[in-house]
């Protein structure tokens, strides 16, 4: 069964830091990893999504890689500002649970104060 | 841009009581998926339906079932409420397609309806 793991599970930095955010996951056989944003109480919003032949993908500040064979991926912040302050959830796409299925890890809450 | 619309946003129900809830993907999106967070969890599958028909279920338990309307509107029906039933329940939808094609694959989610069961 497929499991994710995010480290650290909650993160609080000055605003201006970069800084990684790491998913790590049991089994590699997955058609895609997405990395989501969730503020309190809200819904999720996506950020980026990288195919399993992919390497990484870029979205503004935002850069997320994905290394398959060792079940691992991060997404690296940028000048981290305090509008960024939300709980950031991985998600793999499972090869042997149903193509629609997500499983998500617990996430990593990330505090940036200003 | 229009987003996934989850309704109510809110809702309190008591033990053994039914609850309706309902989603309405992005227009052209054909495929709709439901998932349950429960306070400090992270979300998990229930159940997905592409054009109409069920696609995949996860962990929806018997009491809850589900369907998608020919408009792509999709309701989540749940029967006797339990306590453990208190959960945020999220909608996502997606264009349906070849996998590996990035519109398919990208869920967007909907703000989530707040059910507590009293």
């Known amino acids: 069964k497929q499991e994710v793991t995010q480290i650290p599970a909650a993160l609080s930095v000055p605003e201006g830091e970069n800084l990684v955010l790491n998913c790590s996951f049991t089994d590699s056989a997955i058609y895609n990893l997405q990395w989501f944003r969730q503020d309190p109480g809200k819904g999720l919003t996506s950020l980026l999504l990288?195919?399993?032949?992919?390497r990484e993908q870029t979205s503004g500040r935002l850069n997320a890689s994905l290394d398959k064979s060792s079940g691992r991926s991060t997404l690296y912040i940028a000048a981290s500002q305090p509008g960024d302050s939300a709980t950031y959830l991985c998600?793999?796409?499972?090869?042997?649970?149903?193509?629609?299925?997500?499983?998500f890890g617990k996430g990593t809450m990330l505090l940036v104060s200003p | 841009a229009a987003g996934v619309i989850q309704s109510p946003r809110h809702l309190i129900k008591e033990k053994r009581e039914t609850a309706t809830l309902k989603c309405y993907p992005i227009?052209?999106?054909?495929?709709v998926y439901w998932y349950q967070q429960g306070p400090g969890q992270d979300p998990q599958f229930l159940i997905s339906f592409y054009e109409k028909m069920q696609s995949d279920k996860g962990s929806i338990p018997d009491r809850f079932s589900a369907q998608q309307f020919s408009d792509y509107h999709s309701e989540l029906n749940m029967s006797s409420l339990e306590l453990g039933d208190s959960a945020l329940y999220f909608c996502a939808s997606s264009l349906g397609g070849e996998w590996g094609d990035l519109r398919a694959d990208t869920q967007y989610f909907g703000p989530g309806t707040r059910l507590t069961v009293l």
């Open positions: 998600a793999v796409r499972p090869k042997n649970s149903g193509y629609s299925t997500l499983t």
């Open positions: 990288i195919q399993s032949s992919q």
């Open positions: 227009p052209r999106h054909d495929t």
